[in-house]
């Protein structure tokens, strides 16, 4: 981990949960969707830096600030990772069959490629960062027959990150995805 993001970070219990396809929702085959819980040492006034700046310190990019869309869908060409900075959602991943979970400040979510997400409600005050690998364009899915089976190539096509967007090197990410 780089020393300069030491005071930034939380060491954390991360939690897995691999999705099936549902036949709407693809989902991941291979990969987990990882969820570190208080992995960011969220101050400030503009709680967002901290993410970006983390997030960017670990090679990973197209940064955006907004809130996570109020219906099931997913990215076929990129993974997604997302930071809770301000309010709080109740949001569910893997599809309609998935996993509901409370998201909070300081929280960050990896979705692999494939993988749904839907905002169920949030506070009006919900401020998310999230970013993508290097090289990875999002597209934007939501389980409509004809996507497929175009998407399921793209899934599998979608190369593996060389850092975890929050511990870098050393990351949960590289050990649960199998790039070490």
């Excluded at 900075?85 to 979705?111: K, M």
């Amino acid at each position: 981990m780089d020393n300069q993001l030491e005071h930034l970070i939380q060491q954390t219990q991360v939690t897995l949960y691999l999705f099936q396809d549902d036949g709407a929702i693809p989902n991941n085959p291979t990969l987990p969707f990882l969820v570190y819980p208080g992995a960011l040492q969220i101050t400030g006034d503009d709680p967002a830096v901290v993410a970006e700046h983390v997030f960017t310190a670990n090679g990973w990019g197209g940064l955006w600030r907004n809130g996570i869309y109020s219906f099931h869908h997913y990215h076929s060409t990129a993974h997604e990772v997302l930071a809770i900075c301000r309010g709080e959602a109740r949001v569910q991943f893997g599809g309609e069959q998935g996993v509901v979970l409370e998201v909070r400040p300081r929280d960050v979510v990896v979705i692999p490629a494939g993988v749904g997400h839907k905002n169920l409600g949030s506070s009006d005050d919900l401020l998310v960062v999230g970013a993508y690998p290097p090289g990875q364009q999002w597209d934007l899915c939501s389980g409509r027959p004809e996507e497929r089976p175009g998407v399921l190539e793209n899934i599998a096509r979608v190369p593996l990150p060389l850092t975890d967007p929050v511990f870098g090197q050393e990351g949960p990410l590289l050990e649960h995805w199998g790039v070490q």
